[in-house]
RNA sequence: GAGGUUGUAGCUCAGUCGGUUAGAGCGUCGGAUUGUGGUUCCGAAGGUCGGGGGUUCGAGCCCCCUCAUCCUCCCCA
């Protein structure tokens, strides 16, 4: 006999978390439907070379394989076995790969069909993604990403509209948050004011880690990546910058800078003449690791609750470039829904009313009023009420233990005068009263709960 | 990929210096004159001390290996 087990960083949900999980997920949708989204699913597979490339060095390492079936060693690499090179050798034995973002899988989607899309196409998509890291405090290997994505223009109406989607899901969700925006050309512009325009991507993983390490902890950083001392003093100034005004005369020289600039301008300037339940904020610091964006990032932080970013997104202006059609920019964003979970469960920020579903228990005594049941039950499912019946007539104690430990609000006993008068006897299970009443009194007793 | 934490009953955890038959609370099951639960009382079941090896007269406790777990870094949701 073996141990049953699940594997590392995955997990089972049990009745009360599906129903939690699943007002997260309805909540989100119905917050993306109302911005015109449009549902979306893709396989939890796809061709491991629509998925390389696309996240980084970092990515690639966390991607899960998956093994070619039948005698995969017969096509492998010979030279790659022989030479015991994992990385050679992988293309030649996996030719799948569980899927690491939403975003990804989308653009491929696009572009395979985008004879028949209209643009902008603006998709959501609540599905499962799977990542090879090393599970922690809200990591897992698998979990799911709620996005939101539009493709195909590049307004910058959806920046600011994206950020009031976040605004609002995380209100009705009851999480304070805050929303962080920051843009890769700002990040660019700072690179080429300090001089080291080939060392972008090794700045921003530096300067991201500001809030985290402080100043100094940066300036270790950039010397470890080989900035030179000139150009940090230049990036300590920009970083010490107040507002975006600040940084037009920093970016005198850098076109791509004062974009980025006015890009966010823009956004703010839309967002401004509106109201938000949530503070967005301009945060240079923000790097974001994911390889394809280009413009407006975002970054989304719980206010009271110690945990990692529970949502994160972006413009990338050519991601299905890779896939053989350039010129169709994209913005969207992604809410973590597990970590999401684990704040609002942290917080103690779920209805209540989430428990359970059935709202009435029958209970009876023995075999004719048991059956006796069984036809109250369906006259009361036919009429819409969720019913359930104790499996066997008998000791009452027993059958009212078992309602109270599910939570169902109502227990109705069935006996021999019940039977006689055609009606049940109903008791609250929260204040105690009991009444007898008939199914169609139980029924509209229910409905107007 | 690097570092650390913790593995004892279904759950949360005690277990002294290495010493007889491994404990508690909660939970589960049964009962307290058979039409009423979440209170109380009584009783019972439930353990290969994560697994393997070693040291020792003797190991839950010490050593090695291994698996799992949680956390930190990296990176991210």
């Known amino acids: 006999m073996q141990k049953p087990s699940i594997p590392e960083g995955t997990r089972d949900f049990g009745p009360e978390q599906v129903r939690k999980r699943n007002f997260i997920f309805d909540t989100i949708r119905s917050v993306f439907e109302k911005f015109g989204f449009q549902p979306l699913e893709t396989p939890a597979m796809e061709n491991l070379g629509t998925l390389t490339g696309k ?26 076995l022989a030479a015991r090179d994992s990385n050679k050798l992988v293309s030649s034995i996996a030719k799948r790969g569980l899927r690491y973002d ?5 653009a491929r989607y696009v572009v395979m069909n985008r004879g028949t899309l209209s643009f902008p196409f603006k998709r959501f998509q609540i ?13 897992y290997r698998e979990f799911f990403q709620c996005d939101a994505d539009v493709i195909g223009s590049d307004s910058l109406l959806y920046e600011a509209e994206l950020a009031q989607i976040y605004d609002e899901a995380f209100a009705r969700l009851g999480i304070p948050v805050v929303i962080k925006m920051n843009n890769r050309k700002v990040l660019f512009g700072i690179a080429e004011a300090a001089g080291i325009p080939d060392k972008f991507m090794d700045m ?4 991201d880690k500001l809030d985290k390490v402080g100043i100094e902890g940066v300036r270790k950083e950039l010397s470890e990546r080989d900035i030179s001392e000139t150009a940090m003093a230049t990036i300590e100034k920009i970083l010490a910058a107040p507002d975006t005004q600040a940084l037009r005369a920093v970016f005198s020289n850098s076109a791509t800078g004062l974009n980025g600039l006015d890009e966010l301008d823009r956004v703010f300037g839309l967002l401004g003449k509106t109201t938000l339940q949530n503070e967005v904020k301009f945060d240079i610091t923000l790097a974001r690791g994911l390889s394809y964006y280009t413009g407006c990032i975002y970054e989304v932080a719980a206010k009271d609750f110690r945990m990692g970013s529970i949502g994160g997104g972006g413009r990338y202006a050519d991601l299905t470039g890779v896939f053989g059609v350039p010129g169709l920019s994209g913005v969207g964003i992604s809410f973590g829904a597990d970590r999401i979970y684990d704040v609002m469960e942290g917080m103690g920020l779920f209805p209540e009313t989430l428990v359970e579903s059935v709202q009435i228990m029958l209970a009876s005594f023995d075999e004719p009023s048991f059956e006796y049941a069984f036809q109250c039950a369906t006259a009361l499912r036919k009429a819409g009420v969720a019913v359930e019946i104790y499996p066997e ?12 430990k599910r939570n169902i609000p109502y227990v109705a006993i069935i006996g021999e005068s019940e039977m006689q008068s055609d009606t049940l006897m109903v008791k609250n299970q929260k204040t105690g009263d009991q009444e007898a009443m008939s199914v169609e009194q139980i029924v509209s007793m229910l409905a107007s709960v």
């Open 393 to 404: 007539p008998g000791k009452l104690k027993k059958q009212f233990e078992f309602a109270a």
């Open 127 to 139: 599905q499962p993604v799977w990542r090879a890291d090393r599970p922690q405090r809200g990591r």
């Open 102 to 106: 939403l975003t990804v899988p989308f």
């Open 55 to 80: 996240y980084g060095d970092e990515g690639d390492k966390l991607l899960f394989k998956i093994l070619n079936n039948g005698d995969y060693l017969k096509d492998a690499n010979a030279d790659a």
């Open 204 to 207: 921003t993983v530096a300067i």
